[in-house]
C-alpha cells in the first residue's frame, strides 16, 4: 500500500523504469503547476476577499493542504530519477512523505465533501442553513478535520519500507503485518473513501434535482442554472475520475498480497493500474484551483479581476503607420 509498491518480477519487465517514467513527470507538473496555483489561491482567499464565506475559508483549507504537499514532491523525484531507486536521506523522512501522501488525500476528500455539503444547505435548503453555513461552525469542521485525518493517518508511520529504499514494501511480508496493512485499508477505505464518496455524490444529486425542478422565471434564470449544473458536472468528474479508481485499484492490489504477504504475486497489470491510478490521485493540487473557478462565482469574479489588473499593467503595443 505504500505508494502501491511493486515487486520486480520477471513477467512484469523492469517495473522500476515503469514507474521512473510515470512518477517523474507527473510529480514535476504536479510540483510546478499545484505550487503556482495553490499560492495563487491562497493569496486569493487571504488576500482578496473582503469578507470570509464558508465557502472560501474551506477553499482556503484545501489549498493549504495542497500547498503543504506539492512541497513534498521534489523528494520523490529525486528518488524515482535515481536509477538505482536507492534512498539516500534518512529513514524518517520517507515514512513522513508516505504520511504526507495519505494526510493530503484524506484531507482533499473531507474538504471537497464539506464543500458539498455547504453547497447543497446553499441550494436545498438556504434559509434552514443558514445556521450550519456559519464561518464559525465552519473553522471549527475544518480544525476537526485537520485533527481527525492527522491522528487516523498515524498507522501509515508504521509501514517497513525495503533496505535502503523509500516507497517500496519489503519483498516478503509477515502474516501479522499483512493482516494490519489489510486493516488499514479496510478501514481507510470506508471512513477515508466510501462514506464521503456517497455524501458527496448525493448532495450534488439532490442539487442538481432541485435546480432541474424549480421554475425559472426568466430566460437568464434558466442559462444561469445550466451553467451551474454543467460546473456541478466539472466538480463530480474531477472528483469521481481521481480518488475512486484509485482506491479500488489500491484494495485489489492489497487483497493480492492477503494472506500470503508476497508482493510477487500481484500480477503485472494490477501493480501498473496501482502506479498510474495513484499518479491520478496525486493530480488533485493541480485540479482543485480549477474545481474552485468551477464551484465559487465569487473566486472567478476574483481570478478575473486580478488578471485584469495585471494585464492592465502591461504597456499597450505601439501601433505603426
Known amino acids: 500500500m505504500n505508494d502501491n509498491s511493486i515487486l520486480e518480477n520477471r513477467s512484469c519487465g523492469d517495473i522500476g523504469n515503469f514507474k521512473t517514467n510515470i512518477y517523474v513527470p507527473t510529480y514535476i507538473i504536479v510540483f510546478i503547476f499545484g505550487f503556482i496555483e495553490n499560492v495563487f489561491c491562497i493569496f486569493v482567499f487571504l488576500r482578496l476577499y473582503k469578507k470570509k464565506t464558508a465557502f472560501s475559508v474551506v477553499m482556503a483549507n484545501l489549498a493549504i493542504s495542497d500547498l503543504l504537499f506539492v512541497c513534498t514532491l521534489p523528494w520523490r523525484v529525486y ?53 450550519y453555513r456559519s464561518v464559525k461552525n465552519v473553522q471549527i469542521i475544518c480544525i476537526a478535520i485537520w485533527l481527525f485525518v492527522g491522528l487516523t493517518a498515524i498507522p501509515f508511520l508504521a509501514i517497513r519500507n525495503k533496505k535502503n529504499q523509500c516507497f517500496e514494501l519489503s519483498g516478503w511480508i509477515g502474516s501479522m503485518e499483512i493482516k494490519i496493512i489489510f486493516a488499514m485499508d479496510l478501514v481507510s477505505l470506508v471512513l477515508g473513501f466510501i462514506i464521503p464518496f456517497f ?6 444529486i439532490l ?18 442554472r445550466r451553467k451551474a449544473i454543467a460546473r456541478i458536472i466539472g466538480v463530480m468528474v474531477i472528483f469521481i475520475t481521481g480518488f475512486p479508481i484509485y482506491h479500488i485499484v489500491r484494495t485489489i492490489y492489497i487483497a493480492k498480497l492477503f494472506p500470503a504477504g508476497n508482493i510477487s504475486n500481484v500480477s503485472c497489470p494490477v501493480g501498473k493500474a496501482a502506479v498510474a491510478t495513484l499518479c491520478r490521485a496525486m493530480m488533485n493540487p493541480c485540479l482543485d484551483p480549477i474545481l474552485y473557478y468551477f464551484a465559487a462565482e465569487t473566486f472567478r469574479d476574483k481570478v478575473r479581476s486580478t488578471i485584469k489588473n495585471v494585464f492592465k499593467g502591461f504597456p499597450a503595443p505601439i501601433q505603426q503607420t
Do not use: E
Not at 210 to 218: D, E, G, I, M, V
Open 207 to 224: 442539487i442538481v434535482r432541485t435546480l432541474l425542478t424549480s421554475k425559472a422565471n426568466h430566460l437568464r434564470q434558466t442559462t444561469s
Open 199 to 204: 455524501i458527496f455524490t448525493g448532495c450534488y
Open 79 to 131: 528518488y524515482y530519477y535515481d536509477s538505482y531507486h536507492y534512498w539516500h536521506f534518512p529513514n524518517y523522512l520517507c515514512v513522513f512523505l508516505t504520511y504526507a501522501l495519505y494526510f493530503n488525500m484524506y484531507c482533499s476528500i473531507y474538504f471537497l465533501t464539506l464543500m458539498s455539503i455547504l453547497r447543497y444547505f446553499a441550494v436545498v435548503h438556504p434559509i434552514k442553513g443558514l445556521k
